[in-house]
């Protein structure tokens, strides 16, 4: 069965800090993304990454990096965390575009930051 | 730019009336629409992708279709269990990003 795990379900940190979100999939997905979902603006997407070490800005990435070392490993980075990034972050991994390229979805990081 | 808008933005129904959302889009060059479901505090799971015009596809209590301009998702007699917000989506030919819309909140009555 598809899975893809975030490591944490919520998140409290203070402004200012370096915040880690992590995302393991188990499916050999060769692309993976991070995205932010917030009440009345839906999903947006922040980074993603079609392979090991490439990654691709998306629609909001201010504020952000990320880290694909691994194939199965995706990591979003806040670097310095700030009051207007709590959100509902997403993470979803799919396979190559001339396959189905349905994204499947971890279970979300609920981060606030005080 | 991709765009895709869903109506109604949030429906009530009671356990049995049959409704439709809405998902219209503009893309140059669609490669698939997708529908997901997504239920308080967690992740979307997906359940259709539709590619060509006159496409059908069901399960359960839904059945999701696609024309040139717009998709919808019918709910035949729905249960409450059935109430969540479902999200649609597109893709654009030769990419592999998705274009979210703000999803339909649907809420059934028992």
């Known amino acids: 069965d598809v899975k893809v795990t975030q490591s944490s379900r919520y998140l409290v940190k203070r402004t200012g800090e370096k915040v880690f979100l992590e995302c393991v999939q188990d499916?050999?997905?060769?692309?993976m993304f991070w995205y932010r979902q917030d009440p009345g603006l839906g999903l947006r997407l922040i980074y993603f990454?079609?392979?090991?070490?490439?990654?691709e800005k998306g629609d909001i990435p201010e504020g952000y990096s990320v880290s694909r070392e691994k194939k199965e490993r995706f990591s979003l980075i806040l670097e310095s965390a700030s009051t207007n990034q709590t959100s509902m972050y997403l993470c979803?991994?799919?396979?190559?575009?001339?396959?189905?390229?349905?994204?499947?979805f971890g279970a979300g990081t609920r981060l606030s930051v005080l | 730019e991709d765009q895709v808008t869903q109506s109604p933005e949030a429906l009530r129904l009671q356990e049995g009336e049959s409704s439709s959302l809405n998902c219209s889009y503009t893309?140059?060059?669609?490669?698939?629409l997708f529908w997901y479901r997504q239920d308080p505090g967690k992740g979307p799971e997906f359940l259709f992708t539709?590619?060509?015009a006159g496409e059908e596809k069901e399960k359960e209590r839904l059945k999701a279709t696609l024309t040139k301009k717009e998709s919808f998702l019918h709910i035949t007699a729905p249960k409450p269990e059935d109430s969540a917000t479902y999200l649609c989506?597109?893709?654009?030919?030769?990419?592999?990003?998705?274009?979210f819309g703000k999803g339909n909140q649907v809420v059934v009555i028992p």
């Open positions: 539709l590619y060509s």
């Open positions: 990454s079609y392979d090991v070490k490439m990654k």
């Open positions: 979803a991994s799919s396979s190559d575009p001339q396959a189905k390229n349905i994204q499947y």
């Open positions: 499916m050999d997905h060769e692309n």
């Open positions: 893309v140059s060059g669609l490669r698939g």
């Open positions: 989506a597109v893709q654009k030919s030769g990419n592999n990003r998705l274009a």
